[in-house]
Structures are given as structure tokens and as C-alpha cells.
């Protein structure tokens, strides 16, 4: 079963690619993605599936800390997203 991590803290010059090479030393990857703003621009976090348990847990036991252009990652295991009430008046 794949395992999703949440990637924060990530530099806004980061690409999906420097992320899929750093991560995909611990194991296969299923899908990253960096979120990006209406205009293309990251917004400083994303997610990576891996596609073996084990190895997404090591990833984030390893790289959670890591330094990319002087900004540590934050990484840990993705949760659903939290359902939000709008707010409409």
C-alpha cells in the first residue's frame, strides 16, 4: 500500500524534480507534487506517494530536518485534509 508524505518548508526555487531526486533515494515514488499558487509560483510545500510503506517511513525519519538551499524540510506522514466550514456572507 503507497504511503503519502507531507513536505514542508520546501524553498520556492525548488522544483517537483529536486524533490522526486532526493526522495526517490529511499524508494520507489508513486507521485510528488509541489502546490503551486494561481500563478505557478510554489507555495513552499508538497507531498510525496511512495509506493512501498517502508521506504516512505525511512524518508521521513531521514529527511525531516533536511537542508535544501539553507531551508529545513519538514516531513512527516500526510493526513486527509481537514473538512473547513466557508464562511459566506
Do not use: C, H
Not at 514542508?8 to 524508494?27: C, H, R, T, V
Not at 516531513?75 to 473547513?84: D, L, S
Amino acid at each position: 500500500m503507497a504511503k503519502k508524505l507531507f513536505v514542508g518548508n520546501i524553498n520556492w526555487n525548488a522544483s517537483k524534480e529536486d524533490l522526486e531526486n532526493i526522495f526517490s533515494e529511499y524508494g520507489e515514488i508513486e507521485e510528488a507534487i509541489l502546490i503551486k499558487d494561481d500563478n505557478g509560483r510554489s507555495k513552499g510545500f508538497g507531498f510525496i506517494t511512495f509506493v512501498n510503506d517502508d521506504a516512505a517511513l525511512k524518508a521521513a525519519a531521514e529527511l525531516n530536518g533536511f537542508q535544501i538551499d539553507g531551508r529545513p524540510l519538514f516531513v512527516n506522514e500526510a493526513r486527509p485534509q481537514e473538512k473547513r466550514e466557508r464562511n459566506f456572507r
